[in-house]
């Protein structure tokens, strides 16, 4: 028997886009490195490169055409090099990427990933690029399209998690909703519930790996409905609690939610549950009754205001979070004035702003002239911006004084590389999601620590640890 231990085979992933495309890079990078990969942050050393990939916007497919073009010579260079195209870009342009970037070996959709490791070998055999694909929407029958986006949940790997302390669980997959600019619907499949005891079965193997925050994920969380064997039906308020009970578990999110479905059970959860975190992510989009109809949001701003106010007067302290989309075909200065003052009103602790970027496959797309110019959508984008770090400011200002538990994340942006033992600026997130950053140790990362807020911006809170003891090193 030969004593040489074969050599690993040196994997570079990238990851665009949302935590379901971070959720899933882990999950392929997990499947690779249990058949002997390795993973490298030299993209010049690879034997494999993986791009994960995203299409909710032209911008994050451009960022990928032009990595693919910047690899073209490496593996002229390097003929043995393999180079994957995974995630939401590979199912909506499938042929196409081989087209554009013919030195790409793999094209896989987001509902096919489980074949990542097979079709890397079958194309290094075959000499040839291989693809797995699902379903177009209208392809056959719901259950056949279902039935092509599989279900991608398989063992976890600690060391792509953001820390080895938090992780991803997704509870749905795909999205039903068709709002009309939106190519997710498209890409990710059919909505799917995963079943709870499946979902609170990962939680608890997470806990037992160490993990104390998990995010569960879903297009639109909020809708989770699964139903078990005994024939009981499942809601998010539900799963929450079964998931409170986990032993370890100290912090539980959920991401995104859809307005309509935030129901009193949930908002009652979440005032009940002292482990779920005060924080709701639950994009509006637009201000406008005729952009969201447009945009078939299926829930009007009074609808919308009225959440607010149901989750203001049942969680106070919850922080909410808003998603909005500038420059939507035929959004006038009016419309868009309406976004300005939903900003105002909704007091979000921030909201992600997007140019609407046209998505060809959508309804937006063939119904609509993307008609608003771009000097126009950037200023839109600019102002709803600057109105909502204003805002963000104030509502920050007032944390001032209060003591705050945060999870420590590790060493802020501003003081990456702080020596083990050493004391620096660390930054962590309290239960409402807000970013706090503090003179800490190294030691602390992955606790809970009482803050105590002293300073503010838009986007960080800057705090002092509460007891000096946990920041001074041991003797
Ligand atoms: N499912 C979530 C929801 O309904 O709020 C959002 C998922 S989407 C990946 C994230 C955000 O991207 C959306 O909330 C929307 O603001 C933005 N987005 C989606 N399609 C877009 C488009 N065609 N142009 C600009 N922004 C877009
Ligand atoms: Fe896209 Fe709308 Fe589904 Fe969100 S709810 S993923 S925006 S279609």
Same mark, same amino acid.
């Given at each position: 028997?030969?004593?040489?231990?074969?050599?690993?085979?040196?994997?570079?992933?990238?990851?665009?886009? #949302?935590?379901?495309?971070?959720?899933?890079?882990?999950?392929?990078?997990?499947?690779?490195?249990?058949?002997?990969?390795?993973?490298?942050?030299?993209?010049?050393?690879?034997?494999?490169?993986?791009?994960?990939?995203?299409?909710?916007?032209?911008?994050?497919?451009?960022?990928?055409?032009?990595? =693919?073009?910047? +690899?073209?010579?490496?593996?002229?260079?390097?003929?043995? =090099?393999?180079?994957?195209?995974?995630? #939401?870009?590979? *199912?909506?342009?499938?042929?196409?990427?081989?087209?554009?970037?013919?030195?790409?070996?793999?094209?896989?959709?987001?509902?096919?990933?489980?074949?990542?490791?097979?079709?890397?070998?079958?194309?290094?055999?075959?000499?040839?690029?291989?693809?797995?694909?699902?379903?177009?929407? !209208?392809?056959?029958?719901?259950?056949?399209?279902?039935?092509?986006?599989?279900?991608?949940?398989?063992?976890?790997?600690?060391?792509?998690?953001?820390?080895?302390?938090?992780?991803?669980?997704?509870?749905?997959?795909? #999205?039903?909703?068709?709002? !009309?600019?939106?190519?997710?619907?498209?890409?990710?499949?059919?909505? *799917?519930?995963?079943?709870?005891?499946? +979902?609170?079965?990962?939680?608890?193997? =997470?806990?037992?790996?160490?993990?104390?925050?998990?995010?569960?994920?879903?297009?639109?969380?909020?809708?989770?409905?699964?139903?078990?064997?005994?024939?009981? %039906?499942?809601?998010?308020?539900?799963?929450?609690?079964?998931?409170?009970?986990?032993?370890?578990?100290?912090?539980?999110?959920?991401?995104?939610?859809?307005?309509?479905? $935030?129901?009193?059970?949930? =908002?009652?959860?979440?005032?009940?549950?002292?482990?779920?975190?005060?924080?709701?992510?639950?994009?509006?989009?637009?201000?406008?009754?005729?952009?969201?109809?447009? $945009?078939?949001?299926?829930?009007?701003?009074?609808?919308?205001?009225?959440?607010?106010?149901?989750?203001?007067?049942?969680?106070?302290?919850?922080?909410?979070?808003?998603?909005?989309?500038?420059?939507?075909?035929?959004?006038?200065?009016?419309?868009?004035?309406?976004?300005?003052?939903?900003?105002?009103?909704?007091?979000?602790?921030?909201?992600?702003?997007?140019?609407?970027?046209?998505?060809?496959?959508?309804?937006?797309?063939?119904?609509?002239?993307?008609?608003?110019?771009?000097?126009?959508?950037?200023?839109?984008?600019?102002?709803?911006?600057?109105?909502? !770090?204003?805002?963000? *400011?104030?509502?920050?200002?007032?944390?001032?004084? *209060?003591?705050?538990?945060?999870?420590?994340?590790?060493?802020?942006?501003?003081?990456?590389?702080?020596?083990?033992?050493?004391?620096?600026?660390?930054?962590?997130?309290?239960?409402?999601?807000?970013?706090?950053?503090?003179?800490?140790?190294?030691?602390?990362?992955?606790?809970?620590?009482?803050?105590?807020?002293?300073?503010?911006?838009?986007? %960080?809170?800057?705090?002092?640890?509460?007891? $000096?003891?946990?920041?001074?090193?041991?003797?």
């Amino acid at each position: 028997m030969s004593d040489v231990t074969p050599k690993r085979k040196k994997l570079y992933i990238e990851t665009v886009g #949302c935590q379901m495309n971070l959720l899933d890079s882990e999950l392929v990078v997990g499947k690779l490195r249990n058949e002997g990969y390795e993973l490298t942050d030299d993209i010049g050393k690879a034997d494999t490169i993986l791009y994960n990939t995203c299409s909710v916007r032209q911008h994050a497919e451009d960022k990928i055409y032009s990595a =693919l073009g910047r +690899i073209k010579q490496l593996k002229q260079l390097k003929p043995e =090099l393999t180079i994957g195209v995974l995630g #939401c870009m590979a *199912q909506k342009d499938q042929k196409q990427i081989l087209k554009r970037a013919p030195h790409v070996d793999i094209v896989v959709g987001p509902g096919q990933l489980a074949r990542v490791p097979e079709l890397l070998v079958l194309a290094k055999e075959q000499a040839t690029p291989q693809m797995a694909v699902s379903l177009p929407r !209208t392809a056959g029958s719901n259950e056949t399209v279902t039935a092509s986006f599989a279900e991608y949940d398989p063992i976890r790997e600690p060391a792509m998690r953001p820390t080895p302390f938090q992780a991803f669980v997704r509870i749905m997959m795909g #999205c039903d909703k068709f709002c !009309t600019y939106c190519i997710v619907p498209s890409v990710r499949g059919p909505e *799917q519930s995963r079943p709870a005891a499946v +979902i609170v079965d990962e939680a608890r193997a =997470l806990a037992d790996q160490g993990v104390k925050e998990i995010t569960l994920l879903g297009q639109t969380v909020n809708s989770y409905r699964s139903v078990d064997a005994s024939g009981r %039906t499942f809601r998010l308020s539900d799963l929450l609690e079964r998931l409170h009970e986990i032993e370890g578990l100290q912090r539980i999110k959920f991401i995104t939610n859809f307005p309509n479905d $935030m129901t009193d059970d949930l =908002l009652q959860a979440v005032r009940d549950l002292p482990r779920v975190s005060r924080y709701l992510h639950v994009p509006a989009q637009s201000g406008c009754d005729e952009v969201l109809k447009r $945009m078939k949001r299926t829930y009007s701003v009074a609808l919308y205001d009225d959440m607010l106010d149901r989750i203001r007067a049942t969680v106070p302290d919850a922080a909410v979070s808003s998603d909005f989309i500038v420059g939507f075909p035929g959004e006038s200065e009016a419309s868009f004035e309406k976004s300005m003052r939903l900003v105002e009103r909704g007091r979000f602790k921030n909201s992600y702003i997007f140019k609407y970027s046209p998505r060809q496959g959508t309804k937006a797309d063939t119904l609509f002239i993307d008609d608003i110019p771009e000097e126009v959508k950037k200023r839109r984008n600019n102002d709803l911006l600057v109105l909502q !770090t204003a805002i963000s *400011q104030e509502d920050n200002r007032r944390l001032i004084g *209060q003591n705050l538990e945060v999870l420590v994340e590790g060493p802020s942006k501003s003081s990456k590389g702080v020596a083990v033992d050493e004391i620096g600026q660390f930054s962590g997130r309290s239960s409402c999601d807000r970013i706090v950053v503090f003179e800490g140790h190294e030691r602390l990362v992955g606790q809970f620590v009482p803050v105590t807020i002293e300073d503010a911006s838009g986007v %960080t809170l800057f705090g002092r640890v509460v007891t $000096m003891d946990l920041v001074a090193p041991r003797a």
